[in-house]
């Protein structure tokens, strides 16, 4: 089983639509927890970490189920500039930051 | 936020030549950088953690003497892909971590490599 998993995608949405994705990792023992965005042949920015209570940053919603070692993150009133690769990050042991492999999402006019 | 640039941006050389790619984190020290490489439609592959002051840890099937990572100062990361082939031809990015409370990794803007 890979470290960190994601949903595979691509996920195609008009504009407005709400969508999420979902992330689970192997490792109990991991630490902290992000969503990075990456657009094409540029560098991965980090979005948003995740807390155990859950974030929210407008339009976007974090949360984190530890007891299941899964992650989630929701985009409200989907925008076409939303279109990017999403990455699920996971940091254990503070030097080992995993990344999944990523989901895709084309937010369509 | 945090800053890491990287350099160049873009390198297109001759089979057999090296290249190297510097990775600076320009507001805050950093004594463990990240290297990765991406081909297209793929996820980050990484390839070598870097640590300031020792040797850099490589990740299962990266060639160590292909690819020279040098960590000489807490601001400066270097990766020298030596005698580089066409299938070296690659997106290369670096990240730098930012220790703390909240640790974060700050990415560099990326290399792409093309080996002719």
């Known amino acids: 089983r890979k470290e960190v998993e994601q949903d595979p995608g691509p996920f195609n949405v008009p504009e407005g639509a709400t969508v999420a994705f979902n992330c689970t990792y192997s490792?109990?023992?991991?630490?902290?927890f992000f969503w990075y965005r990456q657009d094409c042949r540029k560098e991965p920015k980090l979005l948003m970490s995740?807390?155990?209570s859950g974030n929210e940053d407008g339009r976007f919603t974090a949360q984190l189920n530890r007891a299941s070692q899964y992650i989630s993150l929701l985009i409200r009133d989907s925008k076409l500039s939303d279109s990017a690769t999403y990455l699920c990050?996971?940091?254990?042991?503070?030097?080992?930051?995993?990344f999944g492999p990523g989901t895709r999402l084309s937010v369509l006019p | 936020g945090a800053v890491v640039s990287q350099h160049p941006s873009r390198v297109i050389c001759k089979s057999g030549t090296s290249v190297k790619i510097e990775c600076r984190s320009l507001?805050?020290?950093?004594?463990?950088m990240f290297w990765y490489r991406q081909f297209p439609k793929q996820s980050l592959m990484l390839m070598a953690t870097?640590?300031?002051?020792?040797?850099?840890?490589?990740e299962q099937g990266v060639e160590k003497d292909k690819f020279l990572i040098n960590h000489a100062s807490l601001t400066l990361s270097t990766l020298t892909v030596t005698s580089a082939h066409p299938e070296d031809s690659s997106f290369y990015i670096c990240?730098?971590?930012?220790?703390?409370?909240?640790?974060?990794?700050?990415f560099g803007s990326g290399t792409q490599l093309s080996v002719l």
């Open positions: 507001d805050f020290q950093a004594t463990t």
């Open positions: 490792n109990s023992a991991s630490q902290s």
């Open positions: 995740v807390y155990s």
């Open positions: 870097s640590n300031e002051g020792s040797k850099a840890t490589y």
């Open positions: 990050v996971v940091d254990t042991y503070g030097q080992n930051f995993v």
């Open positions: 990240s730098a971590l930012l220790q703390g409370v909240n640790e974060k990794l700050f």
